[in-house]
């Protein structure tokens, strides 16, 4: 590399003055920028990617740095350049930054796990809807799951009984081969045993080798009071078994809360529409509403009770969850307009319209005279 004659600072784009961090993260962005493989047959990214190397080589090594900055290339011109400290050394010292740049790029985005074959199981989802009496009460509630188990056959091996996996000579058991590229290596998952580091040359006949088999389960799931809509529930090590004796995924239980026939829910509280006449909200009266408990409760209303009103039922809401706190019930009046009049209740609301007063409507009334100052205001 002695023939190399670009100042390396200005190869690596940082001042005389940088530190090693500096030094590291520079040399990091270009190298990842003209790296061969993001620039196939580009030889100038490979010209780049090599001057790039050079320098970081050199100045990254506090005595060849000094040397450097004395001497400049001069330094290694009778004694190689400053990439002349054997390949091995080389190889080692771009490890661990080609193993953070591209590691997750060569390797397809599995970096851990794949090595002894004992990989992870699928984490599984099972949706479950419930009454929101249940979610009031809580429930045990038993599920089946279609997911695979750990072979019983093989004990999840994979292999054949009476015979076991065998070291993939591929890679001698590591899962990995090192492949040459250009002046330095480039480290894959073996192609052979597909990262597990042994193969499995007579399969068990009941799993194909996979070590694991399709089977419902059935479990019991416990539902507390109080659960929400949209909850969440791990069953840990509930999921699909891992692959050859891995360790077994999670069960998350998605809940649902079916839509009620009168109440509705907001957090602990719960809301309940209650239509009554206009003869009943004019005069006062009372009426019988469910509660969520599965009990009754009355609920007297005053005289000239409007459209909204909301009375409360103190502790008659949901339990709030992992607590002894107990919501609300809301009451809210609907007065409901008389439809299909006989000749005689239109008559009697007529003689009742006639004999009425501002003060029997004080809203209307106070609304229509706003209405009328208004238009003589403006002069409509």
């Known amino acids: 590399m002695s023939s190399i004659k670009i100042d390396f600072y200005e190869v690596l784009g940082v001042a005389r003055t940088a530190d090693e961090k500096v030094l590291k993260t520079a040399f990091r962005k270009l190298a990842m920028q003209y790296h061969p493989d993001r620039n196939p047959g580009d030889p100038s990214s490979e010209t780049k990617f090599k001057e790039v190397n050079a320098a970081y080589e050199c100045l990254k090594d506090p005595q060849k740095r000094a040397a450097y900055d004395r001497f400049g290339h001069a330094a290694f011109e009778n004694g190689g350049g400053p990439g002349s400290a054997g390949s091995g050394d080389f190889s080692a010292s771009m ?17 851990q796990g794949s090595r002894s074959g004992r990989e992870r199981g699928a984490d599984l989802r099972y949706n479950m809807e419930i009454s929101l009496e249940e979610a009031f009460a809580g429930k045990t509630a038993e599920i089946e799951v279609p997911t695979k188990i750990v072979c019983k056959t093989c004990s999840g091996t994979g292999a054949k009984p009476g015979s076991s ?3 993939c000579t591929t890679c001698e058991g590591h899962g990995k081969v090192r492949a040459a590229q250009g ?9 052979t045993c597909y990262g597990r580091g042994e193969v499995i040359s007579d399969p068990c006949l009941e799993c194909n080798g996979a070590g694991r088999s399709t089977e419902k389960r059935t479990l019991s799931v416990n539902i507390p009071s109080g659960i929400e809509d949209g909850t969440r529930i791990r069953l840990a090590s509930e999921g699909e078994a891992g692959l050859r004796g891995g360790p077994a995924g999670d069960l998350y239980i998605f809940l ?3 839509p009620h026939e009168f109440f509705q829910r907001d957090g602990a509280d719960i809301f309940c529409r209650v239509p009554v006449s206009m003869t009943t909200a004019a005069l006062g009266g009372e009426f019988q509403v469910p509660t969520i408990d599965g009990g009754k409760t009355k609920v007297k209303i005053p005289e000239g009770t409007q459209t909204g009103k909301q009375f409360r039922l103190k502790g008659k809401g949901m339990p709030v969850l992992r607590s002894t706190r107990v919501g609300e019930m809301y009451i809210q009046v609907a007065v ?7 000749r005689r209740q239109r008559e009697l609301l007529e003689e009742f319209e006639k004999a009425s007063s501002a003060e029997n409507n004080p809203d209307s009334a106070g609304f229509f005279a706003r209405v009328r100052d208004l238009f003589d205001k403006f002069g409509a």
């Open 183 to 191: 002046f330095f290596s480039i480290e894959r998952t073996c192609p």
């Open 256 to 258: 649902s809360i079916k």
């Open 165 to 167: 996996p065998k070291v």
């Open 336 to 342: 409901e307009t008389p439809r299909s009049l006989t």
């Open 95 to 111: 490890s661990d930054i080609f193993d953070n740049i591209f590691g997750d790029f060569m390797g397809g985005g599995r970096r």
